[in-house]
């Protein structure tokens, strides 16, 4: 079972990803320009012509019952594989569920406190920033594609796996925000946190590697 890939500046990335995730939660939070823009690039997208169905299914993609059940599959998979070939690590598939349990540990306290009120017809009042169905997505099937990669033995299958995940989450906050479920910037920030969360699962996995092999 074969660590994943590890960033080649991790702290860099890290930084970047959490400098972006505040640049985007302090306009949220105290008004402005840029949620203003937010708030017509949301109306923008909710009138286009894609069709409903198609973007209702889209957003249903980031539903926990549908994302991970996805991941668990595949920590099933990989670790059946590792120990036929003798190389199951545990660490792996804990890093992973930590990774994805992390998710609702930290959106729910950033919707407190953002209360951010969602689009117009959407039940309820605030709590819409950063949107928990993105980073359930996000963190399920990015999490699924790490743990798969060290699998494919082929540079073009890698990619198309890489490239498809993305398209798959962009797919589910296109569909959040054309249905009306979210803001674009809710579907952004909980991007910039998931990329965080896979970035320290990642690095954990590699630190406890080199620690078990010593």
């Known amino acids: 079972m074969s660590a994943p890939p590890v960033p080649r500046r991790p702290a860099l990335s890290l930084a970047l990803c959490a400098l972006l995730l505040a640049l985007l939660t302090w306009p949220v939070a105290a008004g402005g320009p840029l949620r203003r823009a937010d708030e017509r690039a949301a109306g923008a997208l909710a009138d286009s012509p894609f069709p409903d169905r198609a973007a209702e299914f889209l957003a249903d993609l980031g539903n926990v019952t549908v994302a991970v059940p996805v991941l ?9 594989r590792a120990r036929r070939a003798g190389t199951f690590r545990w660490w792996l598939p ?3 569920a930590v990774t994805m349990a992390a998710v609702p540990a930290l959106v729910a ?12 017809g959407t039940a309820g009042h605030g709590s819409y920033y950063p949107s928990g169905h993105t980073a359930t997505a996000a963190v399920a099937y990015g999490a699924a594609v790490l743990l798969l990669l ?4 082929g540079a073009y299958g890698r990619r198309a796996l890489v490239v498809g995940c993305v398209l798959l989450n962009v797919g589910v906050g296109f569909g959040l925000v054309r249905r009306g479920y979210h803001w674009p910037l809710d579907v952004v920030a909980s991007w910039c946190l998931s990329a965080l969360l896979l970035q320290v699962m990642v690095l954990v996995i590699s630190v406890t590697g080199r620690r078990q092999r010593r």
């Open 72 to 80: 668990v599959a595949v920590l099933a998979y990989t670790a059946w």
């Open 94 to 96: 804990a890093a992973a």
């Open 109 to 120: 306290p950033l919707k407190a406190l953002i209360d951010r009120p969602g689009p117009p």
């Open 150 to 153: 060290p699998l494919l033995r």
